[in-house]
Structure formats: structure tokens, C-alpha cells
């Protein structure tokens, strides 16, 4: 069965340059590390995706309707319905000095913000920068090798998964979900209250759920704190009992040598 606008669903995919065969994004792990992508920290995963709201690409997006469960597509994507044509004009040189004057150390290859604007060093020398301004991708065919893996059903799937996309650094299962009639309550794992931007994931995570789930009238948060268990009382030692007294050989001359009285 076709996949519809408003289904939850999570995708797989390696997306890739067609010219080049040259792997920009990929939810894979492996494949990241092959194509020198991998980064520290970054959760390699089946992405979470809403039809139809825009949170791919929107050819990618349109493409999805056409898909079916676990059968592997490949979407093509020009440069027009991708990142758009290059643009000679958004090519500039800059003065090295300006740069260094903002703490900015440029690196050939590397993106820079510079001006409010994003752009990649293209080349250094006798003094300037030539910076380019158009996305790294702009003028390149796009190559989307996609698998639809899951079609999200229940309000409990649903959440959980809404959850998981805001704050994907906690697993999912760590979060305790509650719905009640029209009252949805999250109960937050304690390694979650420390996650940077917490407060605006969870005023995310409220949108999210009012909007996809309208029958939910109410979310709440509950972080529980709980005390550090005291430890147990020491138990006082129990005394040794005395030694038995020694007699002496004093003692026992004396023992021996008092007669004994008739009683």
C-alpha cells in the first residue's frame, strides 16, 4: 500500500552526488565512515519523517506517496529541485586580514561564516580569500537511494517517536509515556534533564504531538528528582568476650596449700 500525506514513517537512505558518486548523507554508520563523514556524536539511525511537511527535500518528500514498505527507491533530483544553479556572482575575494581580524582563520575547504553568510574557502593567496556563497551542493544532481523501513500506527509509537526526534541523543524506550483519554504524560529519564536545549525540546516535542495528534488535548512533562539513598548505618562492633583469668603459679601454690573447710 502507497504511503499518503501525514503518515509518520521512518526512512533509510545513502544520498549521493551523481556526478561524482560522492556520498554527502547517509543514515548508515558504516557507509559514514567509509565515505569519511562520520562524526563524534552524531546519531546514525532510520530518520523520522512526517509526509508531506517539508522535513526532506522536497522532491524527496513529493517521492515518498509513491513508495512502499521496505522496498528500497531511488529518487533523482536536479540541480533546480535540489540546492538550485551555482551563482558566478555569489564568488567573492575577500582580504585575508579582514578574516583574521575576526578570529577567523580560513582553511581550504572549509565553511566559514563570514558577513551573517555562510561560505566555503576555495583558495588562499597574496593576501586574499576567495570565498564562495553558494551552497556546497548547488549545481549538483542529487541521488536518493531511500527504504521506507516503518510506518509509525499506534498514538504510542507515534509519540515515541516524536519524542525521539527532538531529543535523540536518550533512547527512546527510556522515556515513560501515559495517555490517559486526552491527557498525554512524558515522564523524563533523568539522563534527559541535562540535555542542551531541554526546555525547547520539550516545547517542541508539545507542538509536534498538537499538531500531528490533535486528539491529545494536554502534554505533560514530569521530571521526578530523586535523593541519594543514605547509606546504611554501621553496626557497632560486638565486644570480645574477656579472656579467662590465668592463674599464676603463685595463685596455684596458695590454691594447693589452703585447707579445705568441712562444710
Known amino acids: 500500500m502507497a504511503l499518503q500525506k501525514g503518515d509518520i514513517i521512518l526512512i533509510e537512505y545513502n544520498a549521493k552526488v551523481k556526478e561524482t558518486n560522492e556520498v554527502f548523507d547517509t543514515t548508515h554508520e558504516d557507509v559514514a565512515k567509509k565515505a569519511h563523514l562520520f562524526k563524534e556524536g552524531e546519531i546514525y539511525e532510520p530518520k523520522l519523517v512526517v509526509v508531506g511537511e517539508g522535513w526532506v527535500l522536497k522532491t524527496l518528500d513529493e517521492s515518498l506517496v509513491t ?16 540546492f538550485g544553479q551555482r551563482e558566478p556572482e555569489k564568488v567573492k575575494r575577500v582580504p585575508l586580514k579582514a578574516l583574521l581580524a575576526k578570529e577567523i582563520n580560513p ?7 563570514y558577513q551573517g553568510k555562510m561560505a566555503s ?17 548547488a549545481g549538483k544532481t ?13 498514538s504510542q509509537e507515534k509519540i515515541g517517536g516524536l519524542v525521539h526526534r527532538r ?7 527510556k522515556f515513560m509515556i501515559t495517555l490517559q483519554d486526552s491527557c498525554l504524560t512524558v515522564e523524563m529519564p533523568e539522563v ?28 505533560k512533562f514530569v521530571e521526578t528528582f530523586k535523593a541519594e539513598p ?7 562492633p560486638t565486644p570480645a568476650p ?22
Open 167 to 173: 531529543i535523540p541523543v536518550v533512547e527512546e524506550n
Open 142 to 154: 542529487l541521488v536518493y537511494d531511500v527504504t521506507v523501513t516503518k510506518k509509525l500506527e499506534s
Open 121 to 137: 574557502v576555495r583558495s588562499i593567496g597574496a593576501g586574499r580569500v576567495l570565498l564562495d556563497y553558494n551552497p556546497p551542493l
Open 242 to 263: 574477656a579472656p579467662e583469668h590465668q592463674q599464676t603459679e603463685a595463685e596455684k601454690e596458695e590454691e594447693a596449700s589452703t585447707p579445705n573447710t568441712p562444710q
Open 230 to 236: 543514605k547509606p546504611a548505618p554501621i553496626a557497632a
Open 67 to 82: 513508495m512502499e514498505l521496505c522496498k528500497p527507491a531511488c529518487v533523482e533530483i536536479s540541480p533546480e529541485k535540489g
Open 192 to 219: 534527559a534533564f541535562y540535555v542542551e536545549g531541554i526546555q525547547i525540546a520539550k516545547r517542541g516535542i508539545a507542538m509536534d504531538i498538537q499538531k500531528f495528534l490533535p486528539e491529545i488535548a494536554e502534554t
Open 107 to 113: 582553511e581550504i575547504g572549509a565553511r566559514i561564516e
